[in-house]
């Protein structure tokens, strides 16, 4: 039996380019596996050497000592309040800015697209001082308002940027004939613009809830109370002067990605759909 010319060489890059990807994704999902593994082993299985990739024994130990610290609860009021509260204003800001930047002229739009996206390149590490300064002086230092507010200045510029483009690419016709049918201009933007930004507004909102839950720095610099502090700084009670619990550690991270993946989970179409088209059109 003779391979068809042509089809041998395809198939042997196409099974090449499959094993390479599975081999990528391996790498990439291991530390979330080994993250996973040493949340439910005992603890004597945790410092095994050499390290079992596969746990002898599941436990819930590590969840229930987590779940038990006396901050836990109120850190996730915290981190809630936080994630949507960012979330909310950078949507609701970022659409009328982004609505304004692609439907109207006027002047200094251009240096005001070139002014959201040099924002977006500035290091977070040079803005810290200026912030807590700025936070200080206003009185909004160790206040979840504060937090929320030095976000929305990382989180708004993109936000503005991925509608811009989705706005850009509705037919500005389509508005016009609903005006013409007795809509004013809000109501054409809320009856025929709004529902078609949906992808895009599910992808901002869910870029603006990971950058708010996951930062770290920012939010250990600008709160000092233990019950309003957030998720990831409540991680660090696990590493004190005996150690580090790794077990306790592992587990709390588990529980403070769970919100956010399950999000994606159930929204990671839609995200991807609207990263391609509000990236190209614009």
């Known amino acids: 039996m003779t391979t068809a010319p042509g089809t041998g060489t395809p198939r042997r890059h196409r099974a090449a380019a499959n094993a390479l990807g599975l081999v990528v994704s391996a790498l990439l999902a291991f530390p979330l596996y080994w993250m996973l593994l040493t949340a439910f082993r005992p603890a004597t299985e945790i410092h095994a050497d050499p390290p ?9 130990e590590h969840f229930r000592r987590a779940l038990a610290t006396p901050t836990f609860w109120s ?9 949507a509260g960012t979330v909310l204003i950078s949507l609701l800001i970022g659409t009328l800015a982004a609505f304004a930047l692609a439907r109207f002229a006027f002047a200094g739009r251009k240096a005001l697209v070139l002014v959201i996206l040099g924002v977006q390149m500035i290091p977070l590490a040079g803005l810290i001082i200026p912030v807590y300064l700025l936070l200080s002086d206003a009185g909004l230092t160790d206040s979840l308002a504060g937090v929320i507010l030095t976000y929305l200045v990382f ?3 993109f936000t503005v940027w991925l509608l811009r483009g ?4 509705v037919p500005v016709e389509l508005e016009e004939a609903a005006m013409t049918d007795g809509c004013t201009r809000l109501g054409a933007f809320r009856r025929v613009v709004l529902p078609l930004l949906a992808p895009g507004l599910v992808a901002t909102s869910i870029y603006a809830l990971v950058q708010a839950w996951n930062e770290y720095v920012l939010a ?7 019950d309003k502090q957030t998720l990831s700084i409540w991680l660090m009670s696990f590493q004190t002067s005996f150690g580090t619990d790794y077990g306790g550690l592992m587990a709390g991270a ?4 769970l919100p956010v993946a399950v999000f994606f989970a159930l929204v990671q179409r839609r995200i991807a759909a609207g990263l391609t088209t509000g990236a190209v059109k614009g």
Not at 52 to 60: G, Q, R, S
């Open 52 to 60: 079992h990739f596969w746990p002898d024994h599941l436990t819930l």
């Open 166 to 169: 989705f706005i850009a690419a």
């Open 254 to 257: 588990t529980l403070t990605a």
């Open 75 to 83: 850190n996730v009021r915290a981190s809630v309040l936080i994630g």
């Open 220 to 226: 250990y610099v600008l709160l000092s109370s233990n």
């Open 155 to 157: 989180t708004l510029p």
